[in-house]
């Protein structure tokens, strides 16, 4: 009976391994290329959420007064 419990070594038969890391380091140059994201959308969340739980505190401090 085959052994199936793991791989044996660093033999990857199949390449898969060696397909990614040349994937991963062919789109590393591209990645830093790309401008860094505009800070609006995050102000934007970061705003709503303390919104969020301000009205999460008052609804809260309203039902136990």
Do not use: K
């Amino acid at each position: 009976m085959a052994n199936n419990q793991g791989p044996q070594g660093n033999y990857d038969p199949a390449g898969s391994t060696q397909m990614f890391r040349a994937f991963v380091d062919e789109g590393a140059p591209a990645q830093s290329r790309q401008a860094a994201a505009p800070a609006g959308p995050r102000i934007g969340l970061i705003v709503g959420v303390v919104v969020a739980v301000v009205v999460v505190a008052a609804v809260a401090w309203l039902a136990l007064a």
